[in-house]
């Protein structure tokens, strides 16, 4: 394999949001690969997070990560406990369930702002305190101080109709993720912003079996969060010669 | 002309987000189409906008536009005082000067979260308002119920480093846009995104005379404000036969 | 009006591709705003345009748009008749039947090729015999030596399944309408690319009524040419300081 | 390593457009790999071509890929030899050096049309050959019944000035592998578009030595074909639940 080894133990990702979908399979790939690995969320003691602690020794944090200054304290134990990350994941979805599917003209506007807070907003807590410690790290074999990565969704795409705050807040987050591409790739951190195109949503694992998709009808448009932690990890590894800054993955079946 | 005629004076246009330029531009020609005109802004009592009163008899408004119930209550005078608005332009910018051109490190958070708030969040208010009242309005001759115009800016198309948050609130409104037009559109109102690609910025007016560009070479690179305010009343115009969603405005010289 | 008056008899106007539908709009709205138009086709005894011919005074041209030797005839033929064009609109859709909806597997490859050929590069001898012209004219009012309109489809915006030689035509177009932008503008010419995004098609009109569409549901998804041509006419008279580069025009009910 | 082995000597790959850059890198990866390797080329007596035979015996064909009977000729001929391919890739550039850089009005329209039919054509002929045969494969461990990769460049995200043939030729790969892949994928056929957006060009190998970049400020603004090629196996082992269809590669310090 061409690609550098990463498996020397210096490589530390956090995960900030955490269920048992993308962040699950994220953190087992990424403990896998050699990596120590935190995981943030507001209720850190979900069962699948207490899991991933008991079979992975992947370390917990409680963050509302809408807060700055959570989000500043979540960096310095992370560093404190783990070592300055290379790899960190936003993998906050931010939708407020009380607006799915209203019309604009129903939707409350707390909620609306809620969605931008927690999603947009704290990409850019997160995504800060990322960058402001990459820049201090050495390049590793591929040319890479770190690997900034932003989980979307199809809305970041696509405004579709009924779920204006979404597309507001998924948009939101494709703009700043190209921003800080744009100005922090040629300072050697890498970003990707990494919408996922899967109208069902994401197939719920339970952290302790093998995820392969069974290829049976029912999975057959739900993207596989195993599947999409391996892009992740590609990502991680790409040289800086030939960065990817935005991959949509979408189930074969995906209309689109 | 094949456009229908709106000169009835029951056209009521609203332009949230007031100043000497593209808000005054199009003030003047709303007017002299034979609109009722309010605008709203913060200051109110800006001279630009006290000589608007006074040239065009537009009607002024105190609003901060991030405010729901602000928003709430302006769209309650304007009915009373000038009847149920057929145009509405959300013309807010919302940057915040002390985060301009500075590091994704260096922004500070509050600031983030307020250019977030001012542009898109005010859009999402002003448009929700606009939309409720449009719904109840008699489609005119083109089959149009109302138009909703949101001013964006090149930041709406591509995220450029230093400026991560103005990227987030221009991709976030752009998203809120798109997600309107495709809700709103077959229910017979008009939702368009204007994204004026001019890198030096808006020529400033004095809202008494002429505007149109003198063809000299400094200006060559502006947006003229009143050629701007012509596309907006073009969009508003248009037959729902072949509504335009973006148009993207840009100087003949402007590199892109 | 703010826009300059174009209607001193000197504007020239040259539609390639003709028929009942866009092309014929276009013909009667420049006449009726003071333009000499020519219009030109492979059979240009059609019984549409020779309709044009006597109501309107529009001079038919026999051109198969796809031989680089026509189109220039074209071109001296029309100089010579009406004068150098100022307003040029690409009009060919080019899509070979035979394999409409085809798969890809079962799509001929000589209907291929002709799709490119009579549609992207139709439009690059257009587009270079326009430019060549434009060159030489002196900007009028708007700062514009001349406008060169490409009209395109929804296949433009979006590769659809079972198309996939009509995608790479209207592809093929909308890159070539980007160059041209970006090489012409900041020389005076204004290029613009105009996808039509209904999926029905354009209604049929006989070109001796009024076109205005009726409200009917039966023509609700249908784009009206008049309406079209209109578009085109603002594009036209646009300021250079607020040039449109790309127009999509989609009816108020279309699913996009 | 969660993703399936595909080493089993099954696998064969056919890359059409040869060369010292991509396609070398690509034959070298696939073959270590475990794939059966063809590279197809007008002259397939490149020294690069010839050494690839010898060292890691990639099978040569030559081939006129504009050529409708020449593409049909050059599979039926890889299945004889190799066995029906599970990865093609289009590497074919077409860009005339007659018309680099040449203004639109300059440009020879011959070379125009040349350009179309090398690049965009010959990925029409390619992709249907590669459609045809696929159909009939059994999908792998990943529910793939073959991968089709086409190679593209800047100039099919953005129609630059002076390349208004290139960039028609590029924006028409793109339509035909997006109308490809809404029409493939559900069929179980992975399409992917993969946009080069390196400025300098492709650094050249010799296909001889190791070709990881070495960091040097000389090369920092290249494109890795090694890296390039490891992208395209990614691509071909990504599991069908989670597709990527565009990837642009972009080196670190390119500016975009």
Redesign the interface.
């Known amino acids: 394999m ?2 550098s080894d990463k498996s020397s133990g210096q490589d530390v990702a956090l995960i900030v949001g955490g269920g048992p979908g993308i962040s699950s399979s994220c953190a087992r ?1 990424f403990t896998k690969s050699g990596m120590r690995v935190g995981i943030a969320a507001r209720n850190p003691d979900k069962p699948a997070l207490q899991n991933l602690e008991k079979t992975h020794g992947v370390r917990r944090y409680a963050c509302d990560a809408s807060q ?1 200054a959570a989000v500043e304290l979540l960096f310095q134990n992370v560093v404190r406990d783990l070592g300055r990350p290379t790899l960190v994941v936003h993998n906050i979805d931010g939708r407020m369930p009380e607006i799915f599917r209203k ?3 129903e ?1 409350d ?2 909620n ?2 809620d969605t ?2 927690n999603s ?2 704290s990409a ?2 997160v ?2 305190q990322a ?2 410690l990459m ?1 201090e790290n050495t390049p590793d074999a591929n ?1 890479t101080k770190g690997t900034i990565i932003f989980t979307n969704a199809s ?2 795409l ?29 300072q ?1 951190i ?1 970003v990707a912003n990494v919408p ?1 195109d899967a109208a069902i949503g994401q197939k719920q694992v339970d952290g302790t079996r093998a995820h ?2 069974a ?1 049976t009808t029912v ?2 448009n ?3 969060p ?3 932690a ?2 992740y990890l ?1 990502l991680h590894r ?16 995906e209309k ?1």
Request: charged share 15%.
């Open positions: 061409t690609q790939l700055a019309a604009i003209t939707a506007p707390s609306a702002l931008l807070r947009a907003f850019f807590l995504g800060q960058a402001r820049h040319g809305a970041a696509k405004g579709f109709p009924l779920s204006g705050a979404f597309a507001m807040a998924c948009h939101a987050k494709s703009g700043l993720a190209q921003s800080m591409a744009r100005e922090l790739m040629p050697g890498h996922i392969r998709l290829g999975d057959d739900m993207a596989d195993d599947c999409i391996e892009t590609q790409q040289h800086r010669s030939t960065w990817a800054f935005e991959v949509v993955l979408r189930p074969w079946v689109w």
